[in-house]
């Protein structure tokens, strides 16, 4: 399929959504607003999927245990299912706090102008990012788009700067976290299986563990941050549990613990027999990890759709709110219609335009096999728990795009420790090659210096190969320095589009 076809298919979705808005609402008073606001949404949402889903199923693309049609069919069913199901039913009209209300004076449509325009920047920046194949957090994209729409309206003062700090801190914290995590994770995996003499032995005792691990994590993130929505009714099935507005750390945990045993105890007994069958060899080995990445993958789209789809539509219901009711609201709800632009547009765009950064995430950064990938889907997991409860600021995107870079750096580190045998290898073919000229220049038989002139170039090939070995560099730091300067310029860059577009919006109308 090519782009223009691509292309027309979203503006086709754009265009729907736009034309339901009309039909239910266009005899409400500034209701055109509504309609351009819908497309801007729209437009946001199947930006997330080509640019910020990728995150999720990169590494299980890249790593083989996926194809890019079987990734787009799973993540396109759990992000709508995480956004319909237990996507939230309240935002903030002001993403996460960073302008005051009181700077739209309490005109609501000044309001409007500013998240219609915090929505189209940030979706304009979140085309460009993913055309240059630059993944970023669609989280700070939102947040840009609406200080912009802020300064414009009202001013630098308007911007609450503490907040932005924390903005700023989780560009260093995210990565360094989700790094650190997934590194850990894949040096456990290599130094507790690859290094044993019985690999297959020690992949029984271990995988269960490492797995149960994944799944405790899983079940923790998904329980605080995705079952917010729907907790009232989980309460009315699980009366025994404590009476709360959402599921607390305790309980989150709980019900990991359990899913976590339950793991083990199943894997323990499934994967005794599956190593019956296996060889001792990487390959082989690899195979145990491909269903759990699988179920990772599925699981963090899930958690994603009910999470991040508020950056699509969180606007789209503030301006819902304010153009229905003709008021600014702290908080608003976001109707079903709103979730479905959301979830759905987001799965459109993942199918449309998902391919190049799934690539990108997966193959283009560090190469990745199944363990690898765990390991990133481990450190996903894992940091965000972790990060919510010490109320460090993080970023999904840049936790994921941290254990791509922690993978594939430790490789690299691992490699040094060994660089000393590359170094014999390279003088041991510099001393045969020597040799084999000498020998070369006292033989004077056509045939003998025939014979003796291919193994010079035989030594020469191999010398050749062990030296790229030795300079080979397992993380590509063009595209290193590429994705982390789109993280630093993603607020700025967004602000300016969003201040831009806003007076644009003001001047039409006026």
Same mark, same amino acid.
Not at 35 to 55: E, K, Q, R, S, W
Not at 105 to 111: H, V
């Given at each position: 399929?090519?782009?223009?076809?691509?292309?027309?298919?979203?503006?086709?979705?754009?265009?729907?959504?736009?034309?339901?808005?009309?039909?239910?609402?266009?005899?409400?008073?500034?209701?055109?607003?509504?309609?351009?606001?819908?497309?801007?949404?729209?437009?946001?949402?199947?930006?997330?999927?080509?640019?910020d889903?990728?995150n999720?199923?990169?590494?299980?693309?890249?790593?083989?245990?996926?194809? =890019?049609?079987?990734?787009?069919?799973?993540?396109?069913?759990?992000?709508?299912?995480?956004?319909?199901?237990?996507?939230?039913?309240?935002?903030?009209?002001?993403?996460?706090?960073? =302008?005051?209300?009181?700077?739209?004076?309490?005109?609501?449509?000044?309001?409007?102008?500013?998240?219609?325009?915090?929505?189209? /920047?940030?979706?304009?920046?979140?085309?460009? /990012?993913?055309?240059?194949?630059a993944?970023?957090?669609?989280?700070h994209?939102?947040?840009?788009? @609406?200080?912009?729409?802020?300064?414009?309206?009202a001013?630098?003062?308007?911007?609450?700067?503490?907040?932005?700090?924390?903005?700023v801190?989780?560009? &260093?914290?995210?990565?360094?976290?989700?790094?650190?995590?997934?590194?850990?994770?894949?040096y456990?995996?290599?130094?507790?299986?690859?290094?044993?003499?019985?690999?297959?032995? /020690?992949?029984?005792?271990?995988?269960?563990?490492?797995?149960?691990?994944?799944?405790?994590?899983?079940?923790?993130?998904?329980?605080?941050?995705?079952?917010n929505?729907?907790?009232?009714?989980?309460?009315?099935?699980?009366?025994?549990?404590?009476?709360?507005?959402?599921?607390?750390?305790? =309980?989150?945990?709980?019900?990991?613990?359990?899913?976590?045993? &339950?793991?083990?105890?199943?894997?323990?007994?499934? =994967?005794?027999?599956?190593?019956? +069958?296996?060889?001792?060899?990487?390959?082989?080995? +690899?195979?145990?990890f491909?269903?759990?990445?699988?179920?990772?993958? /599925?699981?963090?789209?899930?958690?994603?759709?009910?999470?991040?789809?508020?950056?699509?539509?969180?606007?789209?219901?503030?301006? +819902?709110?304010?153009?229905?009711?003709?008021?600014?609201?702290?908080?608003?709800?976001?109707?079903?219609?709103?979730?479905?632009?959301?979830?759905?547009?987001?799965?459109?765009?993942?199918?449309?335009?998902?391919?190049?950064?799934?690539?990108?995430?997966?193959?283009?950064?560090?190469?990745?096999?199944?363990?690898?990938?765990?390991?990133?889907?481990?450190?996903?997991?894992?940091?965000?728990?972790?990060?919510?409860?010490?109320?460090?600021?993080?970023?999904?995107?840049?936790?994921?795009?941290?254990?791509?870079?922690?993978?594939?750096?430790?490789?690299?580190?691992?490699?040094?420790?060994?660089?000393?045998?590359?170094?014999?290898?390279?003088?041991?073919?510099?001393?045969? &090659?020597?040799?084999?000229?000498?020998?070369?220049?006292?033989?004077?038989?056509?045939?003998?210096?025939?014979?003796?002139?291919?193994?010079?170039?035989?030594?020469?090939?191999?010398?050749?190969?062990v030296?790229?070995?030795?300079?080979?560099?397992?993380?590509?730091?063009?595209?290193?320095?590429?994705i982390?300067?789109?993280?630093?310029?993603? @607020?700025?860059?967004?602000?300016?589009?969003?201040?831009? @577009?806003?007076?644009?919006?003001?001047?039409?109308?006026?």
């Amino acid at each position: 399929m090519n782009n223009t076809i691509k292309t027309a298919l979203g503006v086709l979705f754009a265009l729907a959504a736009a034309l339901y808005v009309h039909l239910s609402f266009g005899e409400v008073n500034h209701s055109t607003f509504l309609i351009v606001a819908t497309l801007f949404g729209a437009y946001m949402a199947m930006n997330i999927g080509a640019n910020d889903v990728a995150n999720n199923m990169g590494p299980a693309v890249g790593s083989g245990a996926l194809t =890019i049609a079987g990734a787009i069919l799973i993540a396109s069913i759990f992000e709508a299912s995480g956004a319909l199901i237990a996507g939230g039913d309240v935002v903030k009209t002001i993403k996460d706090g960073i =302008i005051d209300p009181a700077a739209f004076a309490g005109d609501p449509m000044i309001f409007v102008y500013a998240m219609a325009s915090a929505l189209l /920047a940030s979706a304009l920046w979140l085309t460009f /990012a993913t055309y240059f194949k630059a993944p970023v957090s669609t989280t700070h994209s939102i947040v840009g788009g @609406v200080m912009g729409a802020g300064i414009a309206a009202a001013g630098f003062t308007v911007v609450s700067w503490s907040t932005m700090g924390q903005i700023v801190a989780s560009w &260093i914290i995210s990565p360094i976290l989700g790094g650190v995590i997934a590194a850990g994770f894949l040096y456990i995996i290599k130094s507790e299986i690859l290094h044993q003499d019985d690999r297959l032995k /020690a992949a029984k005792h271990m995988v269960p563990i490492l797995v149960a691990v994944m799944s405790m994590a899983f079940i923790t993130y998904l329980t605080i941050k995705g079952l917010n929505h729907v907790w009232g009714n989980i309460l009315d099935v699980l009366s025994f549990l404590p009476k709360s507005d959402k599921p607390s750390i305790r =309980i989150a945990l709980s019900f990991g613990l359990i899913g976590g045993v &339950i793991t083990y105890i199943y894997l323990r007994l499934r =994967i005794a027999k599956r190593v019956q +069958n296996l060889q001792d060899n990487r390959t082989d080995l +690899n195979k145990l990890f491909t269903i759990p990445l699988i179920f990772a993958s /599925a699981l963090l789209s899930f958690a994603h759709g009910a999470n991040d789809v508020a950056n699509a539509v969180g606007p789209l219901a503030a301006i +819902n709110d304010a153009i229905l009711n003709t008021q600014i609201s702290a908080k608003a709800s976001i109707p079903l219609w709103v979730m479905v632009v959301g979830g759905v547009g987001i799965s459109v765009g993942l199918a449309l335009f998902g391919p190049r950064l799934i690539k990108t995430v997966g193959s283009e950064i560090t190469e990745l096999d199944q363990m690898r990938a765990f390991s990133i889907m481990m450190a996903a997991a894992v940091t965000v728990v972790v990060a919510s409860q010490l109320g460090l600021p993080v970023s999904s995107t840049h936790i994921a795009l941290g254990g791509v870079f922690g993978v594939g750096f430790l490789r690299e580190w691992l490699e040094r420790n060994s660089m000393n045998e590359h170094r014999i290898k390279i003088a041991t073919h510099m001393d045969n &090659i020597q040799a084999l000229r000498v020998k070369l220049k006292e033989t004077q038989k056509d045939e003998k210096r025939h014979k003796l002139q291919e193994k010079i170039i035989q030594e020469q090939m191999t010398l050749k190969t062990v030296k790229k070995d030795l300079k080979e560099s397992y993380v590509k730091r063009g595209m290193v320095g590429r994705i982390v300067a789109a993280w630093v310029i993603t @607020v700025p860059v967004a602000a300016v589009l969003s201040a831009v @577009v806003f007076y644009i919006l003001k001047g039409i109308g006026a």
